[in-house]
């Protein structure tokens, strides 16, 4: 099981390599475009502020009423927070992707407890970059990487029949994302 999960996250890694790389060296923007895609400044804002009006005026570069940061869950900017000494921005994708790879570990062990029988690296490999949405969500700042690896501990302790882990995973993942 070591020996796969190195597997998955060498792939996730060598992937991640390439795109960040061709943003770096073939775009006048670098990784400004990565950045500001997706929800990712708006999680950055809360991050800085924490929903407090006259921090969010003080930290919106993105010229939004505060209410509009009243739809977004609170704990990817929580996560973004605790890594802001590298940066909000890179705190942002570096909690992305650790959450990526975290999900894909999850989902693995997930498939091995219920398909015994089928391989489930042969599953979890081609899902890091299958699905060019899948990919550019989990490269850029967005909660889904935070919600899909709480969402699949949840249901691997649900299949565990351990309910009450399997509960505060759970809510875990509805104070990520609205459709926890």
């Known amino acids: 099981m070591l020996r796969d999960f190195l597997i998955i996250a060498a792939i ?3 992937s991640t390599l390439i795109l960040y790389a061709s943003h770096w060296l073939f775009t006048p923007f ?28 003080k930290a919106n570069t993105l010229r939004l009423p505060a209410t509009h940061f009243a739809a977004h869950f609170p704990l990817y900017p929580l996560f973004i ?9 890179r705190a942002m994708i570096f909690v992305s992707l650790v ?3 975290l999900f894909l570990y999850v989902l693995y062990i997930l498939i091995k407890e219920l398909y015994p ?4 690296l042969l599953v979890v490999l ?3 970059v ?6 550019t969500v989990y490269h850029v700042g967005s909660s889904e990487p935070v919600f ?7 249901l691997l302790y649900m299949v565990r029949k351990k309910w009450w882990l399997s509960a505060v995973f759970a809510a875990l993942a509805q104070l990520t994302r609205s459709q926890g």
């Not at 475009?33 to 800085?48: R, T």
């Not at 927070?81 to 921005?89: A, E, I, Q, T, W």
């Not at 029988?117 to 489930?120: F, G, I, S, T």
């Not at 899909?148 to 949840?154: E, N, S, T, Y």
Request: aromatic share 26%; glycine share 4%; net charge positive.
């Open 81 to 89: 927070f605790l890594f802001s000494f590298m940066g909000y921005f």
């Open 148 to 154: 899909l690896f709480f969402i699949a501990l949840a």
């Open 130 to 135: 299958i699905t060019p949405r899948w990919f």
């Open 12 to 14: 996730f890694v060598i």
């Open 117 to 120: 029988k089928l391989n489930p």
């Open 99 to 101: 959450f990526a790879l």
């Open 126 to 128: 081609p899902f890091i």
């Open 30 to 57: 670098k990784l400004q475009l990565i950045y500001q895609n997706w929800d990712g400044p708006s999680y950055v804002v809360i991050a800085k502020s924490f929903y407090n009006p006259e921090l969010i005026d």
